[in-house]
Nanobody
Framework: QVHLVESGGGLVQPGGSLRLSCAAS????????MGWYRQAPGKQRELVAV???????KYADSVKGRFTISRDNAKNTVYLQMNSLKPEDTAVYYC??????????WGKGTLVTVSS
């Protein structure tokens, strides 16, 4: 089992930056996939950025060039650096991990609000 805790959300003006963190309760070295999803009001949850097998990454087209996912295996933490934020990036951001047996884990989410 993996317990995930997100942090770093908040209110930011358009064009600003935030860094989200997702701390896992166990080593992320052997986790199959781990990353970030988001859910805006009235919309379905969508992929933002994830590490897939190995160190491969996948980004939503809407965030390419603005968001960067990274990891620190020693700290069991995955980060999401978000730059050039737009109002449409407003959402609850969730951390997700898929372990080797296929089990799927989610954090409780952190709210990001982009508004002037």
């Amino acid at each position: 089992q993996v317990h995930l805790v997100e942090s770093g959300g908040g209110l930011v003006q358009p064009g600003g930056s935030l860094r989200l963190s997702c701390a896992a309760s166990r080593s992320i070295f052997s986790i199959n996939a781990m990353g970030w999803y988001r859910q805006a009001p009235g919309k379905q949850r969508e992929l933002v950025a994830v590490f897939t097998s190995g160190s491969n990454t996948k980004y939503a087209d809407s965030v390419k060039g603005r968001f960067t996912i990274s990891r620190d295996n020693a700290k069991n933490t995955v980060y999401l650096q978000m730059n050039s934020l737009k109002p449409e990036d407003t959402a609850v951001y969730y951390c997700n991990a898929v372990v080797i047996d296929g089990s799927d884990y989610w954090g409780k989410g952190t709210l990001v609000t982009v508004s002037s």
